[in-house]
């Protein structure tokens, strides 16, 4: 074990609701959207991070399942082009990277914001693409409910803070927890040179054509860059689960009305 794995917190189970067909989403045919998948070499492996950390999107099985394949002592090139999502999710990924044998070096072909900025973290090297963008905020959630409800979420934000996000980035950067606390409370976006200089990367590499793959509007302080050439589109299997589970959580809601 290269450092302290962050502990992680199983929040809902959501496996019924998931389509294993996500595994291994092997587009490497110019695909524009969102996928994750491995391409292996004698020397080692590249495993593709592309589109949003979320049960919907790109979950810690699929990594887990991809990391098996691989095999637990070849080097890993993690290529990175995500603007975020769950951050139990991402969690996981960080620590399957974290715990393995084999060498890890992390490649942010695009953008690594929010939770994908930690997964960043796992890497025994990580590199910058010239043009590529990194991005840490604090946690958010929303949440319908009592004052409890609202007391319970504001505490569980501060333990993910505090407990998972600030020692993934100290363990990398060694800046203090009150200066890594502004940060991430002034929704800090850093290029690759200012990613090098804050010890988030370890060298800046090309520059990539790679399109950043971003919702602009899920920031306070998206770059012009970002909002102007951020995509959105994720693949379609991800957007039908999408649809499912929000029918899901609206169904569960209405029922809950008729107890209020």
């Not at 043009?131 to 949440?143: D, G, Q, R, S, Y």
């Not at 589970?245 to 809950?256: C, H, I, V």
Request: glycine share 6%; proline share 2%.
């Amino acid at each position: 074990m290269k450092k302290r794995l962050i502990a992680t917190s199983k929040v809902q189970e959501l496996e019924k609701f998931r389509s294993r067909e996500s595994v291994h989403r092997a587009r490497f045919e110019g695909h524009a959207g969102s996928w994750v998948g491995i391409k292996n070499a004698a020397g080692g492996s590249e495993l593709f991070l592309y589109g949003d950390l979320a049960w919907y999107e790109i979950t810690s099985a699929d990594v887990a399942s991809a990391l098996a394949e691989i095999g637990p002592d070849k080097t890993v090139s993690v290529r990175i082009n995500s603007g975020g999502g769950d951050v139990f999710e991402g969690i996981a990924i960080y620590n399957l990277l974290m715990e393995r044998p084999g060498r890890v070096e992390v490649y942010v072909d695009a953008l690594a914001a929010s939770i994908a900025s930690v997964v960043a973290m796992a890497g025994d090297e990580i590199i910058m693409a010239k043009n590529a963008l990194m991005m840490i905020h604090k946690p958010w959630a929303m949440v319908i409910g009592t004052d409890d409800d609202m007391r319970d979420m504001a505490q569980l934000l501060r333990v993910v803070e505090d407990r998972q996000i600030v020692p993934a980035y100290q363990d990398h950067t060694n800046i203090s927890v009150s200066e890594l606390k502004k940060m991430m409370a002034a929704e800090t976006w850093l290029d690759a040179q200012e990613a090098v200089d804050n010890k988030f990367a370890d060298r800046v590499g090309a520059e990539n054509k790679v399109e950043a793959l971003a919702r602009p509007e899920m920031y306070a302080h998206a770059p012009k860059a970002i909002a102007k050439n951020g995509s959105a589109s994720i693949s379609e299997s991800a957007r039908q689960r999408m649809l499912r589970r929000q029918r899901e959580l609206d169904l569960e809601f209405n029922q809950r009305l008729h107890w209020c």
